[in-house]
């Protein structure tokens, strides 16, 4: 694996690394491509440049790409990214570069269910503290599941401090990163993610249902006593009707 920092890489390496990067995204089928950034996959190789020009060298944010090639051909990539986060009804700035990194993990598709994803992914994580970051955040497309796995077996469910319930966005304590320390700024993730909103209708949702099931108690109840009834009241009537035609017999 190699690590590319956007602020030391020179200008021949960031013109081979951006070829490279567009042969890989142009190998990528339809599929993975559409789970992997949330749109589809341009039909001309010039529909990429701009996404391979963001992720792999852009100056505008300061990012780090950890690069996994076989036989000089790259099969898989890792980002890390610092840029600021902002609330969702994009009035103030809550979350700075200072803590946050954002990952994210692209693989090849012959390579993808081989553990490189991972691999990239643990590596990526490691650099982000020695960067000094105490948090990660990620970004999902709502039917890419199997990165939303990947992420939560390498930095641990555990550490989701934000967005537990958001399948899209989610915050996670870097390992030896003490929560007490980060209170205020995890309250912001909270806030980003849209968990106080999340709770409180959880909280309406399980009165309801607490409502439904006593009502269903409730019914249930009353049937049971009307069936344990009945067959006492038909077996007494039938005693009566039957009596006067034994005796007859």
Not at 25 to 41: A, M, T, V
Not at 186 to 211: H, N, P, V, W, Y
Request: proline share 3%; hydrophobic share 35%; aromatic share 6%.
């Amino acid at each position: 694996m190699l690590i590319v920092d956007s602020d030391e890489i020179t200008q021949v390496e960031a013109e081979q690394w951006h070829a490279a990067g567009l042969e890989f995204l142009s190998n990528l089928s339809e599929e993975s491509f559409q789970l992997r950034f949330g749109s589809p996959k341009p039909h001309e190789v010039e529909g990429l440049v701009p996404l391979v020009d963001y992720f792999a060298f852009s100056k505008k944010n300061h990012h780090q790409m950890i690069l996994l090639t076989l036989d000089d051909e790259l099969i898989g990539a890792a980002s890390i990214f610092d840029y600021r986060l902002r609330e969702r009804n994009g009035a103030t700035e809550v979350i700075d570069v200072e803590h946050v990194v954002e990952l994210s993990v692209t693989v090849s598709d012959d390579y993808q269910g081989q553990g490189l994803g991972p691999q990239l992914l643990q590596a990526a994580a490691e650099a982000a503290v020695d960067a000094g970051k105490t948090h990660v955040y990620t970004s999902f497309n709502p039917e890419n599941d199997r990165s939303r796995h990947l992420v939560q077996s390498v930095l641990g469910s555990a550490n989701i401090v934000a967005g537990k319930y958001n399948i899209t966005d989610k915050f996670w304590r870097l390992p030896n990163v003490s929560s007490k320390e980060y209170s205020e700024i995890e309250l912001s993730m909270k806030l980003f993610c849209g968990d106080a909103e999340q709770t409180e209708e959880s909280a309406e949702e399980s009165t309801t249902r607490i409502a439904e099931v006593a009502q269903d108690i409730g019914r249930t109840a009353r049937r049971l006593t009307r069936i344990s009834l009945h067959p006492l009241r038909q077996l007494h009537i039938a005693n009566k009707t039957d009596t006067p035609e034994d005796t007859t017999e």
